[in-house]
């Protein structure tokens, strides 16, 4: 079994649960620079060089942490939803942040190979685009959620004070818009930016959105990279009375799965695979179901 340490990170703070040989430990940590010192320092305590860390990718909270441990050590970032389903596989109840740190331990240090995905250390450069996707889509979202109160909002000085924040943050889109255009024209970001430009009914956001994934961690193979985005649709068949449609399974990115919808929609509709389009409608594929693959 491998040495594994699992990482439960919130705002303020992680927890660490460690896994060496047949020795436990465990620890919590500040989520700042001194934190993170700190811990770096125990696991060099420990005297192990092969370590194996593992996180969840809950908001945005892990990718400092998983960015400064790629450095050292083999790093992982796992769908939560992977996690929930280890945890009942276990029978696993008790939900406390020791615990969920020691599950992710018991994760790492379980899973097959072929279910980790290893971290990359990205350079400044692709640090930077990364920290301002990350704020586009936090603020973009936001915005959503206040153009839902301003539709709601039966006071007129209200409805008024919500417009004048979506205006704000449409305009603070913008900028950041223009930001993540310039910085994908920097070194070690450029050539694999326009790359994927040339990929039919992707645009500059859309690359730089799957520049950033593809950077961030070790995909060996494109299934890897379909399963890490959730892109690998589902077939639910059982004897010869259960045969259920294809879905999406729930297990990937979903962040990424909603970066890629719209391009997949329009690359169906201008028709940008012909054969391929037609090999699916052949298989009488739903619309929907084509977009997926």
Known sequence: MRNAVGLDISKLTFDASAMVGNAEYSAKFDNDSKGLNQFSDRLK????QNLHICMEATGNYYEEVADYFAQYYSVYVVNPLKISKYAESRFKRTKTDKQDAKLIAQY??????SE????????????????????YAQIKSECAAMKNRHHAAKDE??????????????EQLEVLKEKIKEQTEKPNCKEGVKRLET?????????????????????????????????????????????????LTKFGNRKLRAVLFMPAMVAYRIR??????????????????????
């Open 45 to 48: 305590s420990l005297g192990c």
């Open 157 to 170: 000085e209200a409805a008024k004070a919500y417009a004048e924040i979506i205006k704000a943050m449409n």
């Open 108 to 113: 790492c240090r379980s899973a097959q190979e």
């Open 272 to 293: 940008a695979f012909p054969d391929f389009i037609k090999r699916l409608e052949e298989k009488k594929k739903p619309k929907k179901s084509s977009s997926q693959h």
């Open 199 to 247: 990929i039919p009914a992707i645009g500059r956001m859309t690359a730089a959105v799957l520049f950033h994934h593809l950077t961030s961690s070790k995909f060996e193979t494109s299934n890897k990279f379909a399963a890490f985005a959730g892109l690998s649709p589902q077939q639910k068949e059982s004897g010869t009375s259960v045969r259920g449609k294809g879905k």
């Open 116 to 135: 980790l995905v290893k971290r990359q250390k990205p350079t400044d450069e692709q640090y930077r685009l990364s920290r301002m996707i990350a704020a």
